[in-house]
């Protein structure tokens, strides 16, 4: 059983340890990236968990659907999360200096810090919807939210009194207090 971890501070390994063993073995991962690094969700889907990876910018969602191209355990749905369902215009820094995996990319202009970016639409809908479509349990073991200050916003669109994940990791930001108001 794999025990690398991929994780930035270690979340994917503290998870894992202290996962309730009646957890049902799904991971949802909203802005997954390229699947491997900073990853909360990798180190699970090498031990054949079920994976829900959602990723706005086109080239990180195809790196996911490469590295898991022959997993059936493996979604990755190429979508920003909102409130709402639509279009939305999203910002990929393109400078390799001020950004390592195009991390500060977001939904917010102001959250790129560079003026070296490339917009593109991409759909977005509530993480609800996307739950929903996908049958994840209502259970389910791992949220992780990276949404580059879009975080509170996922966690908005989705109905935590219907859905109990049994771990919500999510980065900590501007909206902390908020997210933990929200949370509780």
Do not use: K
């Not at 909203?30 to 080239?59: C, H, K, Y």
Request: proline residues 5%; contains cysteine; negative net charge.
């Amino acid at each position: 059983m794999p025990s690398t971890n991929y994780s930035q501070h270690g979340e994917d390994s503290f998870m894992a340890q202290h996962m309730p063993m009646d957890a049902s073995r799904v991971v949802v991962d909203v802005g997954a990236n390229d699947g491997v690094s900073w990853s909360n969700s990798r180190m699970f889907g090498l031990r054949g968990w079920r994976l829900l990876l959602i990723e706005p910018m086109p080239e990180y969602a195809e790196r996911c659907r490469r590295l898991y191209d022959r997993n059936p355990q493996v979604s990755v749905e190429e979508l920003a999360i909102a409130t709402e369902h639509g279009m939305v215009e999203f910002h990929i820094n393109l400078d390799a200096a001020t950004d390592q995996l195009a991390m500060p990319s977001s939904l917010l202009r102001h959250m790129v810090p560079s003026e070296q970016i490339r917009s593109v639409t991409v759909v977005c809908e509530p993480l609800q919807s996307v739950l929903l479509r996908h049958a994840i349990p209502l259970d389910f073991a791992v949220l992780n939210v990276d949404a580059e200050g879009m975080d509170l916003a996922v966690l908005r669109s989705l109905d935590l009194e219907m859905f109990r994940p049994r771990f919500i990791c999510v980065e900590e930001g501007e909206t902390a207090e908020e997210i933990e108001l929200h949370l509780t």
